[in-house]
């Protein structure tokens, strides 16, 4: 088993987090106690809000010593449990493997997410170790207390170890995958087949099942319907599939008469559902239940896995009649296309950032994966790259965490070895994870990121100049970023002016095919792309 160490606990969490997401198997994180396992609250809520089987190991004093003021001793069930679907205190050497056969299990099943398992430091080390450790806390004195506290040593010692030395073969559990019922599934397909403007939404939980990905993209062909990507679907058909819409999803959704939701709730995105017409008839395929009913009441409500649902419909003989339909929004998309183009062709003192993404959109290989962690620039940069096949973009998802970029990148490039690699990083975001180039750099792993370094917090700046006349706390410098990860050995490119954007790009690229991580630094101008984008 190769073992990856971080520079951080957060970024060992987003690593597993990304393996996950791109296997469909539960990726391992190990932590140490206390501080070590605070640190990884955020990106364990990441994995929870994102549904990815996550598994934790983390640290704890020895058994003995706990409440006791032991080093990092703190109660840590109260911190953690909220975050996981399971949180498992081991006491003892004999619980440890049927602890972890439980967790990959859970993790996986029914809606997934992270399990921790709570592993005391004297269950860890081999037995005759810690008999010495405690022989030497309980001392050789005769008096009465020396005596009960040998005695209740010991009794610990013998309860800790007990059973541990009995033959053990784990039965590994099969996770179980909800799926939704016949009844639901030929319901979502004559209310289809009724429809005149039907439209399809994809998001990151119907790629639970990552195997199932090209049987999934096969199913919506079938349909025959407009779809949109979100999230880990992004990819999910390719990059010009004439199925797949890009542009003005909200008014679509206002147009539509028949709306499926396939692993997408109805939260901020999509406005709490307003999005959708109360005359609509709204099908939400989703694994939780709540999800899928969340602000919005579902016409259908099929309670199941969203990419298996979407295959049991598209074997049913429904027939959408939507030719005009798709003509129209296609429209929409070139029309949108255009105004990018135009807005591409602005220039100024640096970079514009909407040609920047057209130029590494051009540049980036055919098996790229793209890793998001920022707020305007990454924004910008989902209206503009076209992931390449599914599984090939990695964003945080619902809970828009920042510092995601160099843990993602880390998981993806450790699934996806043959895969070329980038961050498209924030000045702000990359902030959080730029010393895991040390990490690349030491294990040889040859990750490109691109830092749109436009000195500021973009996107909070937006909204908050115009509503209070003040960027205070808004501002950051056109800090030498690529300098940063030349010292951790990288290669550090950076890019200032319209006409080094191509050579700095295929710079990049033969760096990481030599086997070298890369950071271009790219001074971008303000633009006002996504003006009054942001959402609460």
Avoid at 367 to 386: E, H, K, M
Avoid at 441 to 453: S, T
Avoid at 519 to 526: A, E, P, Y
């Amino acid at each position: 088993m190769r073992i990856i160490d971080t520079r951080d606990e957060a970024a060992a969490v987003f690593a597993a987090d990304a393996m996950a997401r791109l296997t469909g198997l539960p990726g391992v994180a190990v932590v140490t106690a206390g501080p070590g396992l605070t640190n990884t609250i955020t990106a364990l809520k990441n994995a929870q809000l994102a549904q990815s089987p996550v598994i934790l190991l983390g640290g704890a004093a020895p058994t003995a010593l706990q409440g006791r003021g032991a080093l990092q001793d703190i109660d840590q069930r109260p911190l953690i449990e909220p975050h996981v679907k399971l949180f498992r205190k081991v006491r003892r050497v004999c619980e440890l493997v049927p602890a972890v056969v439980e967790a990959l299990a859970i993790a996986r099943e029914r809606l997934p997410g992270p399990v921790c398992i709570e592993c005391p430091v004297d269950l860890l080390y081999d037995e005759a170790t810690i008999r010495k450790w405690y022989a030497d806390a309980a001392g050789k004195g005769t008096s009465v207390p020396d005596r009960l506290l040998r005695l209740y040593l010991n009794r610990h010692v013998e309860k800790m170890f007990s059973h541990s030395h009995q033959p053990l073969q784990p039965e590994v559990r099969t996770p179980v995958h909800p799926r939704a019922t016949r009844s639901r599934v030929v319901a979502a397909s004559e209310a289809l087949s009724k429809a005149q403007r039907p439209l399809l939404v994809v998001g990151s939980q119907a790629l639970s099942l990552p195997n199932e990905a090209a049987r999934i993209a096969a199913a919506i062909t079938r349909l025959d319907i407009p779809v949109y990507l979100s999230g880990m679907a992004r990819g999910l058909l390719g990059r010009d599939h004439p199925l797949q819409m890009r542009h003005q999803r909200r008014h679509a959704l206002r147009e539509s008469d028949c709306v499926i939701l396939a692993g997408v709730p109805c939260d901020f995105r999509l406005d709490y559902g307003k999005h959708v017409k109360r005359s609509t008839t709204l099908i939400a395929a989703n694994r939780s239940a709540k999800e899928a009913r969340l602000n919005r009441r579902p016409t259908i409500a099929a309670i199941g896995d969203a990419g298996l649902f979407l295959q049991d419909l598209a074997a049913t003989p429904s027939v959408a009649r939507a030719a005009t339909w798709k003509e129209q929004l296609h429209q929409r998309d070139l029309v949108r296309e255009k105004e990018i183009d135009a807005q591409a062709n602005v220039t100024g003192e640096y970079v514009n950032p909407v040609a920047f993404l057209r130029a590494l959109e051009r540049e980036a290989s055919d098996d790229a994966v793209f890793v998001a962690d920022g707020g305007d620039f990454v924004a910008t940069a989902s209206y503009i790259l076209r992931p390449r096949s599914p599984l090939t973009w990695l964003d945080p998802g619902v809970f828009g965490t920042l510092g995601v970029g160099g843990g993602f990148a880390l998981g993806a490039a450790l699934s996806r070895p043959e895969a070329e690699v980038w961050i498209i990083f924030g000045d702000g975001a990359c902030g959080y994870s730029l010393a895991e180039f040390d990490t690349f750099v030491r294990h040889g792993i040859p990750v490109i990121a691109v830092v749109g370094n436009d000195a500021g917090w973009t996107q909070i700046a937006r909204e908050q100049v115009k509503m209070l006349g003040d960027d205070v706390s808004t501002v950051l410098a056109r800090t030498n970023y690529h300098e940063v990860a030349a010292a951790f050995g990288a290669e550090g490119i950076v890019v200032k002016t319209p006409h080094e954007v191509d050579g700095a790009l295929a710079r990049a690229r033969a760096s990481a095919k030599s086997g070298k991580p890369v950071l271009l630094n790219v001074w971008l101008d303000k633009t006002g792309f996504r003006e009054g984008s942001i959402s609460m």
